[in-house]
């Protein structure tokens, strides 16, 4: 079993609907929870992170963590092309982190 | 610098020959790392840094790869007889020691070997 788990997609919503991106990790003791953009050929982006249960905003972000199912996920509001990206869930303690794959999204116009 | 600076952007080498990547973190980032990613995964810890120390080190695949940091700032990832398989993308990411591992990478270097 994989430590962080996400559907490599392409997941392909149209402008302005909402993009949801899902991830699943297998380390109970995990602390500290991040999303990371990433477009082709460029480096990673942090964009969220999120270490308690619930839901954090920012801007038009959405983390929401639930620890108990072992789920973090990503919600994208008025999804733009320029969100069009590989978004990477990455998962760890205080020390170290470890990404997923990543999931690609497309926002078509 | 603002961010997370690496060199070279690019690396072509033959199989069999030495290479140094370096990386020069956000100035008063204590922490340091390294990554190596490849087409369509998710980047693969490699080592890690507080300070000068390595904290950890699983992550690198064998003795053929070695880092360093030897004043606690830039840090260099030395690779010995290089094979094909090692071409990927070398990232390095920084962090604060009171940021729980927000970490900010680099433009990444993109290692090629023949």
């Known amino acids: 079993q994989k430590e962080v788990e996400q559907n490599s997609g392409p997941l392909s919503v149209p402008e302005g609907a909402i993009a949801s991106l899902n991830c699943t990790y297998s380390?109970?003791?995990?602390?500290?929870f991040f999303w990371y953009r990433q477009y082709s050929g460029k480096s990673p982006e942090l964009i969220m992170f999120?270490?308690?249960?619930g839901d954090k905003e920012d801007g038009r972000f959405t983390a929401q963590l639930n620890k108990a199912s072992q789920y973090v996920s990503l919600l994208i509001r008025d999804s733009q092309p320029s969100d069009s990206a590989t978004y990477l869930c990455a998962v760890g303690g205080y020390q170290k982190v470890t990404f997923g794959t990543g999931t690609k999204l497309q926002v078509i116009p | 610098g603002a961010g997370v600076s690496q060199t070279p952007s690019n690396k072509v080498t033959e199989k069999g020959k030495y290479v140094e990547l370096r990386c020069d973190p956000i100035s008063g980032h204590t922490a340091l790392y390294w990554y190596r990613q490849s087409l369509g995964q998710g980047p693969e810890f490699l080592i890690y840094f507080q300070g000068t120390g390595a904290a950890d080190d699983s992550g690198l695949p064998n003795d053929r790869f070695f880092a360093v940091r030897p004043e606690g700032s830039v840090s260099t990832l030395k690779i010995q007889r290089t094979e094909r398989g090692d071409s990927a993308v070398y990232l390095c990411?920084?962090?604060?020691?009171?940021?729980?591992?927000?970490?900010?990478f680099g433009p990444g270097t993109r290692l090629t070997v023949l």
């Open positions: 380390d109970r003791g995990s602390q500290s």
């Open positions: 999120i270490y308690s249960n």
């Open positions: 990411a920084s962090s604060s020691h009171d940021r729980n591992n927000e970490q900010f």
